[in-house]
């Protein structure tokens, strides 16, 4: 069992026991937390629970710029129609997570610190070129930040860059441009509590049916989910037609093969990577441009 | 008979609202906790255990092991209460840590020092067999085999037109009751009284006292609520009990475990995975002329009652089919897996799951619907069964004309959407009720009750309600018979210091054996009642008329309440009460000829499915289920659609997702994360059916309910996947990684033309 549990209030306490405690665990929601402490021998942790900061908790749509703070769970994400409005797709990866009871405790910043390569949340803040801003304090009690592209931050599977002192306090990223349409999908092996076998995330500016700019991000595939740069490069500048799509979708299946090497999974994952990537764009293409009043 | 209408369930309010009491919930002062210490391999020699430095832990009050089993610790081939020299399987209790709290006895279980050898392992049915495997139990793995033989298959397969010969296998699943199995015991002046869900009170008292060295008469069981058995809460039970009791009784204090989820499925018993072999022949126009069947199950570490297991799949293997000449032989083999036993169904799922993958195989191959070869072949009144046994109330052909108007199989599914295809499928069954001759004891169970002055009647029963609705039943029979509104009958618990054995609540038997009885019950009390009104208002008793809380005669007379006729009744004579015991009609088994009258009666049912198949992912959606089962007569028409609508739920997780995996060895599935139930997400359209066609032939003309709807829907299903596919798959259940082989395949054959994917 934990020595300590901390509660604070405020975001400037939990720095303070954070800085004081490093290897103190930082609980969230704890749906990965209290399962891994639950199985792993080493209980002795300090616990400082972040559920009580209510800085932590707020979504802001400042200019172009949305902030959404790490103590966010997916039922907030879901609930919030101005994200809805302006990144559908990462409603809609919220929407994908476990249960209702998992989506009501989980955090989105939960969900990037755990860092698994199966998180629903993560693929969405890829596409978007999402920062995280991670938080410090030191012994003269100054605040430091520190930003990092949320890619950067996710170093492999269960890693990540933060340092033991610090606490992720939120997410930022700017509003995606009017015309772009986003896509998120899931394959698991059931439609609730449902692990991603492979899930992905797809933003596309078209303009006069040639891409634009594309982002393509599959996540459960490799180590983290990560942008697929070869599938990007090759789509840029074309028309997708059914040929250039399988083409696309060939181009995501070698490249995690590449990374991964065969495994006893590929058999499967392989041939699915490359119709998944093609459906992707696809649904992605087919959603609905939001266009403001 | 009017229609009976559907009643409210007593044990509903609290159960919802959260004031019945599981065994989790119940606390006696100065109890203990025992936790169970394993070997994590599959097969080791215990050489010494050592308890020296858990017992020096803050808290830890004992450790034991099986020197001190009080009583009879292992029978042969059967599970030990802890494992004494050997362990031959990873869930083999070695040693149980008693301590003041659960966290102590947690702690205290990882002290305990464990030299042990590991031995080699089998882990496959087929390898135990084979010359050199490693010996679980005496001389050789073989743990049971029964044979139907029927006419003479060679001379019906050079019949045949056409032959073919197919495999199938069914996977290791388990009963995953949200409650988990334990059970508290407390020593009292006189022996043991033990807490614990089970669905049978009296052979967990029997083994208990057998374990513990006690008179069964020393051993107490009381229930508690119980939280879903689904065939479980068995041999589980009987362990789990025997290791709570000899630890009460070592010291003298109450001792409670309940195992965790992942000690559950580390431990806990499963269902057996088959593999079928069925070789079958046929003329052109559709008609069977002989059935080869040999199987093999996994009986896993112990014997527990896979013997009857494998004799009720041999007994149904062909399934519902007249066919002149039969040879079926299943057998059993011991492994170092987890145990099998007793899981709804019990042998009917695994068979019935290839018979009828296999006359959709055979229907395709004759260019036959699968329909019509299930006509052409079925069961109808009178057929012989592959054990000889001349066949009355069948209700099979009823139950097709119901699944054809209901779902007909060739209907184009619509609104396919782009990447999607769909398919339907069939299925039916028959199945033996209850018992059956492979247990050797009458089938039978008793129903008292009495009659307080209020008015108020007390039941006692010994068939558990273990949320099937099965004491609502008893009430609801008495109700109606006595003409007393339920509100004012009461099951009392279940305890077997006043139940009347009536066996265990198996094999559908609950409402067959115990609905009966109450209306033997009933009647006795009624006649009591009616003596001696009979008498005052100088009548027949039986123009007495029992209705509406009145007992009265035609004309209006004579006329009095309910309580008031008890009243006066308690003036004349000492006690006002009904007594029945009812048993079904005999049945037998020869073992030497493999023949015999098998269950007294069989229930029939047919299922549809259709399902949707994603073509990028090989996930399949079952978009609709339509179960129809023949139910003899229905008592109660809610519960009797929750039973069949739970049933298919369950078979879905056989058909799709549920599955238990081991590697090296150790089970890789250790909890609900990776043992995939299905969810209410993945729910499809489930039409229940419970259908009135011929009555049993027992009073109440009442069939079991409860098993045969888990058996009908992975067929339904695989074929659904094969109509969609024109691939077969034959191995359960279709995950992810199977269905998109047949995708691939399907689309290298040119079944799925352009697959759809690409529009
Ligand atoms: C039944 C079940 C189903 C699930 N289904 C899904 C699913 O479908 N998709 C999916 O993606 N995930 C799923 N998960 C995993 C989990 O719910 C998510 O990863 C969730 O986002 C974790 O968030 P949390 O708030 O519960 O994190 P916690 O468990 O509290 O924390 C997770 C890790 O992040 C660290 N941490 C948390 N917040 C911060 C912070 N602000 N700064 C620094 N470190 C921090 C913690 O110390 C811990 O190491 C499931 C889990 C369960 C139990």
Redesign the pocket.
Known sequence: MSNYFFQPKYLKQALEYKRDYEVA????????????MRSRADQKHEIID?SKITE?KTIELDGDAICIG??V??TELIDSEMLFDKVPFLSKAAQ????PQ?RN???????I??A?P????IPPLVCLGAQVNLQSVDENNEIHNRTLPIEAFILNKGKTA?KNY????HILFNVPSETATMGFDKI?RRNA????RLNGACMIKMEQQIVQQIRFVLGAATSKPERFSGVEDYLIGKELTVLILKEAGRLASDYVLEKTGRRSSSNYKLPVITSFTEELIKKTLKAEVKVNE | MAKRKSVDRQDAYAKITGKAKYVNDLFFPGMLYVQTVRIPVAHARIKKIDGTEALQLNGVVGVFTAQDVPGINQRPKDRPVLAAHETKYAGDGVAIVVAETKEQAILGAKLVRIDFEELPYVMNPEDALKEGAPILHGETNFAASHQAIKGNVEAGFVEADLIIEREYTTQRAMHSAIEPDGAIAIPEANGILLYCPGKGPFNIKRAVASHCGLHENQVRVIQPALGGVFGGKDSDINVIGARVTMAAMLTNRPCKMIWSREEVLEEGTKRHPFKLHYKVGAKRDGKITAMEINGLADVGAYLTKSAATVWRATVEATGPYNIENIFTRIEGAFTNNTVSDAVRGFGSPQVDFASESLMNELAKELGLDPLKIRRINGFTEGSITATGQKLECVNLMACLDKLEETFPVNKKPSDVPVGKVRGRGISCIFRGEAMGAGFKEKDAAAVNFNVEKDGTIVVYSGITEQGQGGSNVVLQIISETMGVNIENIKMSPLDTAYVIDSGATVGSRGTITSGNAALVAANDAKMRIATVLAEMWKVNPEMIIFLDNRVFIEDQTHCLSFKDAVNLCYTVIPGVYGHGWWSLPPVWWDFDSNSGETYASFNYGACGAEVEIDLVSGKVEVTEVVAIHDVGRIINEEEAKAQIAGGVSMALGLALSETIATKNGRLVTTNF?KYLLQTIMDSPNITAIPLEAQPANNPLGVKGVSESSTATVSPAVFNAIENALGIRLRNLPADLESVLAAIETSERLGYLKGGGIHE
């Open positions: 665990n930082l609980l969230a929601g704890g749906t990965d937390l209290v399962i891994s972040l932590l790490s103590m769970t997916f994908s997570v476990g249960a998992i405790r989980g955090t989105i910043g939960g969900n610190c755990n698994s199966a998180a629903d949340g933060i610090e606490i992720l306090t698991g509590l449902a692990i991603s | 994360d």
